[in-house]
T-cell receptor, first 113, second 112 residues
């Protein structure tokens, strides 16, 4: 049981490049979310999903796309990277009505130069 | 738009002392979560509070929820150095949406 697996752990992009941050969970969790963490700003919700085929926007969705074709995977796509997207990205998943809280992945540290 | 405010943002305290971290929120949600984050690490779930008046305790930490006041507290009893971390509360934007909004966090440093 690996929990929530995020790849890569570190990434450096040039402005304008695109990439996909991968997130997979093996706990059969329905709910998955992407957050970004910036110093002094806590965690901000980018996109979330309540099940396969269902996604919705969070607080800061601009510049990011998601899809949820399977229960296990919830990739986050950066369409055209900008320096403002330099951050630590966390994927999280939860079962049912959030009764146990989110299980977080280990994070991806992204730098856009 | 849901606002989740924590205070204090920074807290430095001596070992053995008691203190309380506050989490105020602006929605009518009755679900609130507390997480811990060590420097450079991911977040770990501490408490899940799912109804008004809920109280949970684990070791030196106790969390409570007052949905009428839209307030949760995380009380630290007889702090020890190992409790040094950043603590976040998170609230469901509205009951059943599963759209969880986090506070900005409280960075706790316990001095020996």
């Amino acid at each position: 049981n690996a929990g929530v697996t995020q790849t890569p752990k570190f990434q450096v992009l040039k402005t304008g490049q695109s990439m996909t941050l991968q997130c997979a969970q093996d706990m059969n969790h329905e709910y998955m979310s992407w957050y970004r963490q910036d110093p002094g700003m806590g965690l901000r919700l980018i996109h979330y999903s309540v099940g396969a085929g269902i996604t919705d926007q969070g607080e800061v969705p601009n510049g990011y796309n998601v899809s949820r074709s399977t229960t296990e995977d919830f990739p986050l796509r950066l369409l055209s990277a900008a320096p403002s997207q330099t951050s630590v990205y966390f994927c999280a998943s939860s079962y049912g009505s959030g009764g146990n809280g989110y299980t977080f992945g280990s994070g991806t540290r992204l730098t856009v130069v | 738009e849901l606002k989740v405010e924590q205070n204090p943002l920074f807290l430095s305290m001596q070992e053995g002392k008691n203190y309380t971290i506050y989490c105020n929120y602006s929605t009518t949600s009755d679900r609130l979560y507390w997480y811990r984050q060590d420097p450079g690490k991911s977040l770990e779930s501490l408490f899940v509070l799912l109804s008004n008046g809920a109280v949970k305790q684990e070791g030196r930490l106790m969390a409570s929820l007052d949905t009428k006041a839209r307030l949760s507290t995380l009380h630290i009893t007889a702090a020890v150095h190992d409790l040094s971390a950043t603590y976040f509360c998170a609230v469901d934007e509205a009951s059943g949406t599963y759209k969880y909004i986090f506070g900005t966090g409280t960075r706790l440093k316990v001095l020996a």
